[in-house]
């Protein structure tokens, strides 16, 4: 069974765009999470989706955004980009269970310049 | 606010001895998570502890739960370079509505 993909796996972008980064989850699963990956803050959950819906949100601010699909796949979105943003993001499947083991991607490393 | 708490924070050690990564949690837990990640890769889920005394293992890893003192551990026994690798143990609670809050990883380098 194919694992959680993500596109693209690496970006740069410059302060004041935006950006949009793609997950594919596990056939099957139609929970998606996203998570925010710093040194400095390490991992932060950022929101989830479910049946198209956003289930849960983390504390981020507004500029950050995302969607889920009828096929489950997920994108997220972020607008007017600061350097702060520079992070490792990780999408995470699972089955839908908020107790349900959740399978991570490899990971998009957005840098903003 | 949940919090999650993990020590040490850095951990180099040689081949063959045995060490505890010690992961505290803030309030009650429905599910705690062990995940490993390699330098520049993802997440690997390790184990998953759902009850008070549960106890898993794999290979040279151990992970166990008490959800009485919100602990739990996992243990690394005669290790191998191939182990080093930073782990993080991840809480659910709540009914997920903060979906995983993460401690800031154990790194461990095993020195050969």
């Known amino acids: 069974k194919a694992g959680v993909t993500q596109t693209p796996r690496y970006l740069i972008k410059t302060r004041g765009q935006q950006v949009t980064l793609s997950c594919s989850p596990i056939?099957?699963?139609?929970?998606v999470s996203w998570y925010q990956q710093t040194p400095g803050q390490g991992l932060q959950f950022l929101f989830e989706?479910?049946?198209?819906?956003?289930?849960n949100k983390g504390n981020f601010p507004g500029r950050f955004s995302g969607r889920q699909f009828s096929n489950s796949r997920s994108e997220m979105n972020v607008s007017t980009l600061e350097l702060g943003d520079s992070a490792l993001y990780l999408c995470?499947?699972?089955?839908?269970?908020?107790?349900?083991?959740?399978?991570f991607g490899p990971g998009t490393r957005l840098t903003v310049l | 606010e949940l919090k999650v708490e993990q020590n040490p924070l850095f951990l180099s050690m040689q081949e063959g001895k045995n060490y505890t990564i010690y992961c505290n949690y803030s309030?009650?837990?429905?599910?705690l998570y062990w995940y490993r990640q390699d330098p520049g890769k993802s997440l690997e889920s390790l184990f998953v502890?759902?009850?008070?005394?549960a106890v898993k293992q794999e290979g040279r890893l151990m992970a166990s739960l008490d959800t009485k003192a919100r602990l739990s551990t996992l243990h690394i026994t005669a290790a191998v370079h191939d182990l080093s690798a930073t782990y993080f143990c991840?809480?659910?609670?709540?009914?997920?509505?903060?979906?995983?809050?993460f401690g800031k990883g154990t790194h461990l380098i095993i020195q050969p």
């Open positions: 995470a499947s699972s089955l839908g269970q908020h107790t349900d083991t959740q399978y």
């Open positions: 056939s099957g699963h139609r929970s």
């Open positions: 989706y479910f049946s198209e819906t956003q289930r």
């Open positions: 309030t009650t837990s429905d599910r």
């Open positions: 502890l759902l009850s008070n005394g």
């Open positions: 991840a809480v659910v609670s709540g009914g997920g509505a903060d979906g995983l809050t």
